[in-house]
């Protein structure tokens, strides 16, 4: 069991939130993101700079995808390499083990739009465009931090639209204009593709085996369709990532030991296939979580 941060940090500055970043959880720390900064920070902006080969605007409503690199563009690609110089000169050149996240495929097709105002997440060939540019993109991204930091990077993908997606809830660009859900085995399919270490999203089960770790909140992990799909993916080897507040570690190391008492299962999963990490990411609640995977790894058996 670990204890790392999401990504996200709160405030402006990016060498304050690296170092706090590497002085609570310095053993994987996760490359900071700083969506309070405003446009170009924001989820969808960071990853966009890093399509391979395909360019945004910003539309009338959202990111809209473009034809050429346009002002937009190349202030996200001056962001990125400043974030990157930045983050170096806090951490140094040797960070043996580090985290990067990026938006995964289907949340970024559902934000951007087409020329036509039309969301990506609607053209089946805009949607394999977009898919192979962020595979080339975060591929170029891990290769590039890998050589800043003399370390392996592991790749988180945020997919907090898939919910409403498989759902059938994305809305269309007018109300008459509704985008149909996706089967579940889509989805799966497309996320597959990207090998990623980390899934970040609702507890989709049936998505899980899309990435080494699924990272989901443990608040509401309490009914039964949960607490059965939680089971049978620990019970099958698979790790799970659970999202806590970050406020009390003993009183949450608890929680979660007797949470699995529950269950039925052996406290030894959870030192053995679980992490935590704090759902709104501050110093001290970063502090406490990394806190509460110590106690543990070391007293799961007592608490």
Same mark, same amino acid.
């Given at each position: 069991?670990?204890?790392?941060? $999401?990504? @996200?940090?709160?405030?402006?500055?990016?060498?304050?939130?690296?170092?706090?970043?590497?002085?609570e959880?310095?053993?994987?720390?996760?490359?900071?993101?700083? @969506?309070?900064?405003?446009?170009?920070?924001?989820?969808?902006?960071?990853?966009? !700079?890093?399509?391979?080969?395909?360019?945004?605007?910003?539309?009338?409503?959202?990111?809209? $995808?473009?034809?050429?690199p346009?002002?937009?563009?190349?202030?996200?690609?001056?962001?990125?390499?400043?974030?990157?110089?930045?983050?170096?000169?806090?951490?140094g050149?040797?960070?043996?083990?580090l985290?990067?996240q990026?938006?995964?495929?289907?949340?970024? &097709?559902?934000?951007?739009?087409?020329?036509?105002?039309?969301?990506?997440?609607?053209?089946? =060939?805009? $949607?394999?465009?977009?898919?192979?540019?962020?595979?080339?993109?975060?591929?170029?991204?891990?290769?590039?931090?890998?050589?800043?930091?003399?370390?392996?990077?592991?790749?988180?993908?945020?997919? @907090?639209?898939?919910?409403?997606?498989?759902?059938?809830?994305?809305?269309?660009?007018?109300?008459?204009?509704?985008?149909?859900?996706?089967?579940a085995?889509?989805?799966?399919?497309?996320?597959?593709?990207? !090998?990623?270490?980390?899934?970040?999203?609702?507890?989709?089960?049936?998505?899980? @085996?899309?990435?080494?770790?699924?990272?989901?909140?443990?608040? =509401?992990?309490?009914?039964?369709?949960?607490?059965?799909?939680?089971?049978?993916?620990?019970?099958?080897?698979?790790?799970? !990532?659970?999202?806590?507040?970050?406020?009390d570690?003993?009183?949450? &190391?608890?929680?979660?030991?007797?949470?699995?008492?529950?269950?039925? $299962?052996?406290?030894?999963?959870l030192?053995?296939?679980?992490?935590?990490?704090?759902?709104?990411?501050?110093?001290a609640?970063?502090?406490?979580?990394?806190?509460?995977?110590?106690?543990?790894?070391r007293?799961? =058996?007592?608490?």
């Amino acid at each position: 069991m670990t204890g790392f941060a $999401l990504g @996200p940090m709160p405030g402006t500055s990016m060498a304050q939130a690296a170092d706090i970043i590497i002085g609570e959880s310095g053993h994987f720390p996760a490359f900071p993101q700083l @969506p309070q900064r405003g446009l170009g920070s924001d989820a969808v902006g960071r990853t966009a !700079g890093l399509l391979e080969g395909l360019a945004v605007e910003r539309g009338p409503r959202s990111w809209r $995808l473009s034809n050429r690199p346009q002002l937009f563009t190349h202030r996200l690609w001056d962001r990125l390499d400043r974030d990157l110089d930045e983050v170096q000169a806090v951490w140094g050149e040797s960070v043996p083990l580090l985290k990067v996240q990026v938006l995964g495929p289907w949340s970024l &097709a559902a934000a951007l739009e087409l020329a036509n105002g039309h969301r990506a997440i609607t053209d089946r =060939g805009a $949607l394999e465009d977009l898919t192979a540019a962020l595979q080339e993109g975060i591929g170029k991204h891990v290769h590039d931090i890998a050589r800043r930091f003399n370390g392996q990077v592991r790749v988180q993908l945020d997919e @907090p639209a898939l919910p409403a997606i498989l759902a059938g809830r994305i809305p269309g660009t007018t109300d008459f204009d509704s985008i149909p859900a996706v089967a579940a085995e889509v989805a799966l399919e497309r996320l597959a593709r990207f !090998g990623a270490d980390f899934l970040h999203t609702a507890p989709l089960w049936e998505l899980a @085996p899309a990435a080494t770790t699924l990272l989901t909140a443990f608040d =509401g992990l309490d009914n039964s369709r949960d607490l059965d799909g939680l089971g049978q993916w620990l019970s099958a080897g698979g790790r799970v !990532g659970l999202g806590i507040a970050g406020r009390d570690a003993r009183a949450e &190391a608890i929680a979660l030991a007797r949470h699995f008492d529950q269950m039925g $299962l052996p406290r030894e999963l959870l030192v053995e296939q679980v992490d935590v990490y704090p759902v709104l990411a501050d110093a001290a609640r970063l502090r406490e979580v990394v806190a509460t995977a110590g106690m543990l790894q070391r007293d799961a =058996g007592d608490l």
